[in-house]
């Protein structure tokens, strides 16, 4: 498995903006799928945004034209840049990554490598 360390969750009111940082110790050029997932108290996990092998970003649809996914391979790090946060964006904030091509079956990822999470906490 892939370490991955996330940083960067806080609280901010609604409106206000987030930039997470998830960081490893491998070649992100390996990393073939990398994504962001949340989890808010009470409900299940919700996939957020992703990076397919072909290097194509895909959202969930509560966060289109808000959050943004993106890598540098160089610093082997992916960020989520986050705006125009509401209370609903509240949730711990995990990446995910994993290191094989065969990571994107039937239009979704596959992950195998899961940071420890950050919290964002979005108030009213």
């Known amino acids: 498995h892939v370490q991955l360390v996330e940083s960067g969750g806080g609280s901010v009111q609604a409106g206000g903006s987030l930039n997470l940082s998830c960081a490893t110790s491998y070649d992100t050029r390996a990393l073939f799928c990398m994504g962001w997932f949340r989890q808010a108290p009470g409900k299940e996990r919700e996939g957020v945004a992703h990076f397919s092998p072909a290097g194509n970003d895909f959202y969930a649809d509560s966060v289109k034209g808000r959050f943004t996914i993106s890598k540098n391979n160089a610093e082997r790090t992916l960020y989520l840049r986050m705006k125009g946060l509401t209370p609903e964006d509240t949730a711990v904030y995990y990446c995910?990554?994993?290191?094989?091509?065969?990571?994107?079956?039937?239009?979704?990822?596959?992950?195998?490598?899961w940071g420890q999470g950050t919290q964002v906490t979005v108030s009213s």
């Open positions: 995910a990554a994993h290191p094989s091509l065969d990571c994107w079956r039937g239009g979704s990822p596959i992950y195998d490598s």
